[in-house]
């Protein structure tokens, strides 16, 4: 069974660029939901897709924004880079509302 | 609010030295709490889901515990491979899935 993969593993990139993370769920979960660890706290929800749709949102503003494909796979897009989205990005898979199963991350830094 | 405290931040034990790590949580109602180990730059791996109070689930060296306000992470006889950071996360009953993490235990172990 294959878990969680994220792609790319790091990435640097400039303040008002904007960048496109990807993640693909483990096998048979159907739900994905992001999050932003910055660096000695916890993961904050960004936001959860299911079955193509947005259905939960945390604290981010509106140029954080997602997509799921009809295999489940998600991209996260982040709009007009701010020096305080430097992060580790994780993503998560689950079935429905069971435990959550996260990818390696994506370390992204912005200068 | 809902919220989670983790304590202590940082833990130092000795290989062999039993200790208790503290998740204090606030919600409005407990879909289920999760522990997680994190390694340095590395995504969180799954270790416990607990639902109710009274509940407790064990893992070689790890047995986590469960009250109405909050959940312990036991780790007897510690060795070094056990250092890492543990994170502590609630999924609140209403509403979607979404994990609130508390900011995590660091933990050291040193032969």
């Known amino acids: 069974e294959t878990g969680v993969t994220q792609s790319p593993t790091h990435l640097i990139k400039t303040r008002g660029q904007q960048v496109t993370l990807r993640c693909s769920s483990q096998?048979?979960?159907?739900?994905v939901s992001w999050y932003q660890q910055a660096l000695g706290q916890g993961p904050q929800f960004i936001f959860q897709y299911y079955r193509e749709e947005e259905n939960g949102r945390g604290n981010f503003p509106p140029r954080f924004s997602g997509l799921q494909f009809p295999n489940y796979s998600s991209e996260l897009n982040v709009n007009a880079l701010e020096l305080d989205d430097s992060a580790l990005y994780l993503c998560?898979?689950?079935?429905?509302?069971?435990?959550?199963?996260f990818g390696p991350g994506t370390r992204l830094t912005v200068l | 609010e809902d919220q989670v405290t983790q304590s202590p931040e940082a833990l130092r034990l000795q290989e062999g030295e039993s200790s208790s790590l503290n998740c204090s949580y606030t919600?409005?109602?407990?879909?289920?709490l999760f522990w997680y180990r994190q390694d340095p730059g590395k995504g969180p791996e799954f270790l416990f889901t607990?639902?109710?109070a009274g509940e407790e689930k064990e893992k070689e060296r790890l047995k986590a515990t469960l009250t109405k306000k909050e959940s312990f992470l036991h780790i007897t006889a510690p060795k070094p491979e056990d250092s890492a950071t543990y994170l502590c996360a609630v999924a609140p009953s209403s509403g979607y899935n979404k994990l609130i993490f508390g900011a995590g235990t660091r933990l050291a172990v040193h032969p």
């Open positions: 919600v409005s109602g407990l879909r289920g």
């Open positions: 998560a898979s689950s079935r429905g509302g069971d435990t959550q199963y």
């Open positions: 607990l639902y109710s």
């Open positions: 096998s048979g979960h159907n739900t």
